[in-house]
């Protein structure tokens, strides 16, 4: 069965960090662009960043030079590594895998609040 | 960046209407353009990628269609489980980028 299950979220101060991993099952990380994408609380979808099959890495300007996109091929898992985080990084944080560039099988979520 | 603006922000309809929602990039990306259907409290669904495919399992009463900057998504007759939050999102060109959503509510 394919699926992707996120974790990692919870609750973070201002100016800290946060991982989040993105466990997958039923295909190859490494073989399919995979996707960040998150969701402010009532807000919209954002996309965050893309990892291509190469290992090629691609990123929001919100998100540039602060969260950083990788994966282990060994363990079949997608990360989003978040530093210098701020109250507007509240939201629930989706991986999704691509197909034809579109975002076709996505994980449940996992909310990451920022506050003090 | 590209910037996608769908019309309208929201929309009331009933049981067997069609519905029609559109979305234009302020650039042209050519039918890199998906459409999403999302849920409260849930991960958002691909419906149509590419403009126009319709993604396995997504009802035929679905359609997509445009090029260029415009784009639509239509709904041929509205059923009760398609009450929900529609995303276009071009993947023409990084960053790609969602609109800002429409919401299909029941009149």
């Known amino acids: 069965e394919v699926q992707l299950v996120e974790s990692g979220g919870g609750l973070v101060q201002p100016g800290g960090s946060l991982r989040l991993s993105c466990a997958v099952s039923g295909f190859t990380v490494s073989s399919n662009y995979m996707t960040w994408v998150r969701q402010a609380p009532g807000k919209g979808l954002e996309w965050l960043s893309v990892i291509y099959g190469d290992g090629n890495t691609y990123y929001a300007d919100s998100v540039k030079g602060r969260f950083t996109t990788s994966r282990d091929n060994s363990r079949n898992t997608l990360y989003l590594q978040m530093d210098s985080l701020r109250a507007e990084d509240t939201a629930v944080y989706y991986c999704?895998?691509?197909?034809?560039?579109?975002?076709?099988?996505w994980g449940q979520g996992t909310m990451v609040t920022v506050s003090s | 960046d590209i910037q996608m603006t769908q019309s309208p922000s929201s929309l009331s309809a009933s049981v067997g209407d069609r519905v029609t929602i559109t979305c234009r990039a302020s650039q042209i990306i050519r039918r890199f353009l998906n459409w999403y259907q999302q849920k409260p409290g849930k991960a958002p669904k691909l419906l149509i990628y590419?403009?126009?495919s319709l993604q396995g399992g997504v009802p035929s009463r679905f359609s997509g269609s445009g090029s260029g900057t415009d784009f639509t998504l239509t709904i041929s007759s509205l059923q009760p489980d398609d009450f929900a939050t529609y995303y276009c999102q071009q993947s023409h060109s990084t960053p790609w980028t969602f609109g800002q959503g429409t919401k299909v509510e029941i009149k």
């Open positions: 999704a895998k691509c197909l034809s560039y579109a975002f076709d099988i």
């Open positions: 590419a403009t126009s």
